[in-house]
Structure formats: C-alpha cells, structure tokens
C-alpha cells in the first residue's frame, strides 16, 4: 500500500492540471513559453502519476484495468474480472 500522502498529492496534482488545463491550451495556441513557464509546475498533466485504485502503487499499473498488477492478479483469481481466465496449456 502507498503512503496516503503521496495518494493525495498525485490527486491535488490532478486538480491543479485540471484547473489550469484551458490556460495551458490557450498558451500553448499563442506559443507564448514564457507565460507557459510562469505557471505552476504541477500544471503539466506529465507530473501526474497512474496509480493503482486499490493499493495506490504506481510500478506495474496496467491502464486497461487502472490496477497494479498485483491486484490484478488477485482480482483476476478470485473472479473479479469478467472475461480473465488464467492460462492453461
């Protein structure tokens, strides 16, 4: 399991990529870097991290199921997911 904190800073990071996204867009139109450069660092949607809903870690997360893969698996053995059958040949 992650630290809450870092849960709660990639969050306070979503909310400030999505406050200044159209600020951010209307920049980038002009090319205007140097007001682009004024604006927080966390403003930039590549500071956000995909972490796992379930345990919050952040190595090993698969998009398709926003899990880590640890928890995918587990959820996968237990049925959790429909249509993920563990392999056998």
Not at 41 to 58: I, K
Not at 59 to 88: D, H, Q
Request: proline share 3%; net charge positive; aromatic share 8%.
């Amino acid at each position: 399991m992650a630290k809450k904190a870092w849960i709660e800073r990639n969050k306070r990071k979503a909310e400030t990529v999505k406050k200044y996204a159209a600020i951010r867009a209307e920049l980038k139109a002009r090319r205007d870097y140097a007001g682009l450069s004024k604006l927080p660092r966390n403003a930039s949607p590549t500071r956000l991290v995909n972490r796992c809903s379930a345990s919050g870690r952040r190595r090993g997360y698969l998009r398709k199921f926003a899990a880590s893969r640890l928890t995918f698996r587990e959820a996968a053995l237990n049925g959790l997911i429909p249509g993920v059958v563990k392999a056998s040949w």
